[in-house]
């Protein structure tokens, strides 16, 4: 038994097991000893509540830091983000600039956002700077596209006003509690549809940030043509990507479920448009995870249900590639495990942000490589069709 | 337009000299970029029309100068319009017909989502199928010639029968010098661990020069190494002698207007053939719409009937009602001459990659047609025609991997029943994006589909190991099943330079 990684998850998927039993590694339950524990964010809740005072002992390994829902939820994703840039104005530092119109030059990726019920009055002041224009109301705590619609008038939106008759009505608590952004309604439409990514970003410690970006991530498309027009804003499958809404959509094709590889992106990108734009806005996308990762910790539920043959296969990889690294020679876990790993482990992952690496070479490099101009070496390229040609911020 | 007045207008100033006159046009054609315009013009009748002839040959031989052939082309072409026209007949559907007022208000709103459309298309089948045409292949025979009934080393194992000069690897290459080990190739020598120094970026200059020259010649020869993804889309259309004129524009707005008043038959086909094929592929799916706006517009273009003087195959006539016989009231069905088959949406699904513009992308298609993909699916003794494509590919692997061939046969599987829909389709939905569209490439960089039987062949070569091991016909397909993490040019250069033969 020694020397065996010690295994425990509550989530019954093959695509974890399998990956697990292929390594050799023991299945215990939780009330024995374990190393490694993927936990369900039921779980994660529980264990890492004030009241159980859980600690975890130095040869244990969890999927998720205990702050992770500082960005599953909305609200505290916002409210981080927005502390985190009036943190680094304060310190006088230049990824604070802003513009003459008080826009951050380089800090400006999330839009003009409020929290319902609380912000409702700061909402209503910025509504009525541009009364034409589409919010989108998200709920906090829900993932998978769930409770998400679109308003351009206020009157949709009574139930959450503070003086509103019905507020007594509506519970306070942070259950339903709604973030509502301005909605951008001219996205990047290709073949005429709107499209999202999603991207698997790993991050294998936070003092120092080493994070590391799965370069196998996908678009998913919507099955509808997309259009600004209001008549169409109760359409979901024309407005939101979410392949569970999307699952249920009379077009939905159950053989491919709508979607692209990132590098499939990139091609169309670079036949379409150009080199140049498109190498922009993969460093400014690999930008925004960074600077999101520093404001705050990681999303915790990524589906875990493969909705075709394909998708399992990707899943299956990825969570192989995440193990190798998280837990690299099917070691036992030790706290003390600082150094990066070597490069033949990566997988399919490249690495996304090294802080180590980076401050080795000086903190002012940072201000020099902003999104747009890539400095130093080119850190692991892709191999397969399509390359993503990845910044190491120094 | 302009350029025509201030030429007019200048030869009326004092300036102009009667004995310079010949030396100013000329110097004139230079400057405004017209020597350029006209040398592309030329370069591209002289890439798609076939070396003149004998003056007394009369134009089936410009079509196809061997009978037999020609014979066998018109008998399919007998067997598809009858197809067609009992399908027609058992549905009570007519070939064409004028769409009412309303529904032609439908359509016009609906056109940049058709896809959204579900029309009972259950009825409706393939007119055939490449497993129909290949059956046809194999039973070509030129009456003229006696193969004997002793076998010899000669004697042709597979399943194409006719006697037709095709290519051996000294010759191939000759004719793909620059696919060479000791030429920079985008496909190879841009991959990570190369350094871009070394090819890349040098590459990518040069691509840009000959983009600013605007000369078709130097793009073609370009093109053999392979084109840089954002460069792409212009070299195609610099090759092909495409530039979006109003007038082009125009015309594609005139033939939507034709998609708009009449439905024609081929309409269904081409609905049905998108929803089976493009709309079940995980990279085409996304531009299902795109499809119907090219394919529909494809099949009412009168001015695709051109290249049937230089394609053994002829425009199915049709008459109008009640006038059968009478030539006056012949029409060609569709009006472009062109049956589509299933798959033949493939063949404008890549372009989606690489033009948006619903009118540059149907314009692209089309040359693209005319000058490569009819080859694909008409019977011709040309060098680029499907039936010596799929001589070549035999004779390669037959000549050069012959236990895998006899083996393959042994067993059942003769390799060109397998291979025959990756070379009709030119490896359209087998192949991943980015290595289809370097392959294509080299199909525009050398004017020859030829290079499809070599990748066809080199596919083999690459899975023989496994395909030795099969019993079975199912089995061998099942190896050969899953082409999209091949890496196209590496085999091409393997296949070609590195073999030992």
């Not at chain 1, 936990?39 to 975890?56: A, D, K």
């Not at chain 1, 998280?326 to 033949?344: L, T, Y």
């Not at chain 2, 089936?60 to 052939?69: A, C, G, I, S, W």
């Not at chain 2, 010098?177 to 661990?193: A, H, K, N």
Request: aromatic share 12%; net charge neutral; charged share 25%.
């Amino acid at each position: 038994m020694a020397g065996k990684v010690k295994w425990v998850t509550d989530i019954e998927k093959s695509v974890l097991i399998n990956n697990f039993e292929k390594r050799g590694w023991v299945q215990v339950t939780e009330n024995e000893d374990w190393n490694f524990y993927w936990m369900s964010v039921q779980t994660i809740r529980n264990v890492f509540s004030v009241e159980t005072g859980y600690r975890l002992s130095d040869d244990q390994i969890v999927n998720h830091f205990p702050n992770h829902y500082e960005l599953t939820r909305k609200d505290l994703m916002v409210k981080n983000i927005k502390r985190y840039r009036k943190e680094l104005e304060k310190e006088g530092s230049p990824l604070a600039e802003k513009d003459e119109n008080g826009k951050y030059l380089y800090l400006d990726f999330v839009p003009v956002t409020y929290m319902l019920p609380a912000d409702y009055n700061l909402f209503v002041e910025e509504f009525r700077k541009s009364p034409s224009s589409t919010w989108i109301m998200k709920p906090c705590g829900k993932a998978q596209g769930k409770g998400i619609f679109l308003i351009n008038k206020l009157s949709q939106i009574k139930k959450w006003s503070r003086d509103s008759k019905t507020s007594s009505f509506v519970s306070q608590s942070t259950k339903e509690a709604y973030v509502i952004s301005l909605y951008i309604n001219n996205p990047l439409l290709i073949g005429g549809r709107k499209f999202d990514l999603r991207l698997y970003v790993l991050v294998s410690t936070y003092r120092p940030l080493r994070c590391y970006m799965y370069k196998l991530g996908f678009c998913r498309f919507c099955t509808v043509k997309y259009t600004p027009s209001t008549s169409e804003l109760d359409n979901m499958f024309v407005h939101l990507t979410n392949v569970a809404i999307q699952k249920h959509g009379e077009d939905y094709n159950h053989i491919h479920g709508g979607k692209w590889t990132v590098n499939n992106l990139r091609l169309y990108l670079e036949s379409t448009r150009g080199k140049e734009v498109t190498s922009k806005l993969f460093d400014e996308i690999h930008w925004i995870i960074v600077q999101s990762l520093k404001a705050v910790a990681v999303n915790a539920s990524p589906s875990l249900t493969s909705s075709t043959a394909n998708d399992r296969i990707l899943k299956y990889n990825l969570i192989n590639d995440t193990l190798n690294i998280a837990v690299p020679n099917g070691e036992i876990p030790d706290c003390k495990w600082n150094k990066s790993p070597p490069k033949e482990v990566l997988g399919n992952y490249e690495i996304l942000y090294d802080e180590e690496l980076a401050q080795g070479d000086g903190a002012d490099r940072e201000l020099r490589s902003r999104p747009g101009q890539s400095l130093g070496p080119k850190g692991g390229r892709s191999r397969d069709s399509g390359r993503t040609v990845l910044t190491t911020w120094k | 337009m302009s350029y025509k007045w201030n030429h007019v207008a200048s030869l009326q100033r004092p300036e102009i000299k009667l004995e310079s006159l010949k030396e100013d046009i000329k110097e004139y054609f230079k400057i405004s970029g017209w020597e350029k315009k006209l040398q592309n013009a030329v370069y591209s009748e002289l890439s798609v029309f076939p070396s003149p002839s004998h003056p007394a040959a009369p134009p089936e031989h410009l079509k196809e100068p061997l009978v037999y052939m020609r014979k066998a082309q018109g008998s399919w072409e007998k067997r598809i319009l009858k197809s067609l026209n009992s399908m027609c007949t058992e549905l009570s559907i007519p070939l064409a017909r004028k769409r009412p007022v309303g529904e032609q208000k439908e359509l016009l709103n609906k056109w940049n989502e058709m896809g959204t459309d579900e029309p009972d298309l259950s009825l409706f089948r393939p007119v055939y199928a490449p497993k129909d045409f290949l059956e046809v292949l194999i039973n070509l025979r030129n009456p003229n010639y006696e193969n004997g009934d002793s076998l010899s080393f000669r004697t042709h194992l597979g399943l194409i029968q006719v006697p037709l000069k095709v290519k051996d690897i000294p010759e191939l290459k000759e004719f793909f010098v620059e696919l060479g080990l000791t030429t920079g190739q985008l496909g190879i020598d841009d991959s990570t661990q190369v350094p871009p120094e070394l090819f890349e970026n040098e590459h990518v200059r040069i691509g840009q020069k000959v983009l600013a020259e605007q000369d078709s010649a130097a793009a073609q020869q370009y093109i053999r190494q392979g084109s840089p993804t954002a460069l792409r889309a212009e070299l195609w259309a610099l090759i092909l002698n495409i530039s979006s004129q109003p007038e082009d524009i125009l015309y594609y707005e005139q033939l939507k207007t034709n998609v708009i008043q009449h439905d024609l038959l081929v309409d269904s086909l081409i609905y049905k053939d998108v929803k089976l094929t493009a709309s079940n592929d995980d990279y085409y799916f996304v531009f299902e719409d795109y499809l119907y706006q090219v394919l529909l517009c494809f099949s009412r273009d009168t001015s695709v009937l051109g290249h049937f003087a230089y394609n053994s195959a002829s425009p199915p006539k049709s008459y109008i009602r009640g006038k059968l016989g009478l030539e006056e009231y012949a029409v060609f069905y569709p009006p472009n001459g062109v049956i589509p088959f299933h798959g033949f949406s493939m063949y404008v699904a890549p372009l989606c990659f690489l033009y948006h513009e619903p009118s540059k992308l149907y314009q692209i298609f089309r040359e693209m047609y005319v000058r490569f993909f009819f080859r694909l699916h008409s019977i011709s003794s040309h060098p680029s025609g499907i039936v010596s494509l799929c001589l070549l590919f035999e004779t390669l692997l037959q000549t050069y991997l012959p236990q895998l061939f006899y083996h393959l046969r042994e067993i059942g599987a003769q390799p060109l029943r397998i291979s025959f829909k990756w070379m009709v389709r030119a490896f359209s939905g087998y192949l991943a994006t980015d290595q289809l569209l370097l392959l294509w490439d080299r199909i525009l960089g050398y004017n020859s589909l030829e290079i499809l039987a070599v990748l066809a062949a080199a596919v083999f070569a690459f899975r023989a190991v496994n395909l030795m091991e099969v019993t079975s016909l199912a089995a061998a397909e099942a190896v050969l099943a899953d082409l999209s993490t091949l890496k196209v040019m590496p085999l091409l250069q393997i296949f070609l330079f590195a073999t030992v033969t």
